[in-house]
């Protein structure tokens, strides 16, 4: 599925310090010479070393910030009001998986990092390029997770969490029906998220008060997926994902994501 180079505009990208948000940005920047990407992450070494790899960094606008935080959020509000593109779409990778166990030990205060990080982040995000996304009939993106669809034994708050999200992306393609809005299940990827799911995994498996039998959980977290596919799919459904798709929650395997496996180029 092939970008033109006349496709102008601007993508939000979070969670792009690492894995499947830094593979996404570089090939959203490989996809058109006239397309810019706002990086957001955490760690400022680490997308100072995406913009080196890409050579077309000249495109990539990187803000180092916990995207939770109000002051990122006012960060990148004003760089897309510099950039003055269009915005085509945003891109909610960014998300925490810790804490994890069994849900009731979840304290208050994990919760609203949890929540704050998961959900309402992406949210704020979403209502400050909203006018932007109905102008330009854009894309919203939330990277989704299994756990969403069924309680995982030590991950039931995270699969709350994006549960939630879930119902944000059904809530946003019906009150905004200019914008498709989809969440995206990228599978069990090789990152450094799913190696901190494996350990945990462990750990909960290894908790006395536990009783449940973990070993599929800990098999398919050991069977990872490279980062390419899921990466591909998401950078193209971020440029052009068919808005009869808005609303729906999909996974990296269904058939109807064939069409966006191709890197965008």
């Known amino acids: 599925m092939a970008t033109s180079d006349s496709q102008g505009g601007v993508v939000v990208v979070t969670g792009a310090s690492r894995g499947i948000g830094r593979q996404v940005c570089i090939n959203l920047l490989s996809s058109s010479t006239q397309l810019h990407v706002v990086a957001v992450g955490r760690t400022r070494s680490d997308l100072s070393s995406l913009a080196h790899t890409c050579d077309n ?6 803000v180092a910030g916990d995207i939770a935080d109000s002051a990122t959020q006012t960060q990148i ?4 009001q510099t950039l003055k593109l269009p915005v085509l779409a945003v891109v909610n990778n960014a998300a925490s998986v810790t804490p994890t166990g069994p849900l009731l030990d979840t304290s208050a205060s994990e919760w609203a990092h949890l929540l704050s990080t998961n959900l309402t982040a992406a949210l704020v995000l979403c209502s400050t390029c909203i006018d932007a996304l109905q102008e330009s009939r854009g894309r919203i993106i939330n990277v989704s997770s299994s756990a969403s669809q069924r309680p995982v034994p030590g991950f039931s708050a995270y699969g709350m969490t994006k549960a939630a999200l879930n119902y944000a992306t059904q809530a946003l393609a019906l009150e905004y029906p200019k914008v498709t809005s989809i969440a995206f299940y990228p599978g069990v990827v090789n990152t450094d998220m799913n190696q901190a799911a494996r350990q945990s995994a462990a750990a909960y498996a290894a908790d006395p008060r536990t009783h449940l039998d973990t070993s599929a959980l800990t098999a398919k977290l050991s069977d990872p997926i490279p980062v390419d596919l899921p990466s591909a799919i998401i950078a193209n459904l971020a440029l052009r994902a068919d808005p009869s798709l ?7 395997s269904d058939d109807e994501m064939h069409a966006y496996h191709s890197p965008p180029h």
């Open 246 to 252: 808005s609303g729906h929650y999909v996974t990296y």
């Open 77 to 80: 509000s004003a760089l897309l």
């Open 57 to 62: 960094s000249s495109r990539l606008v990187i």
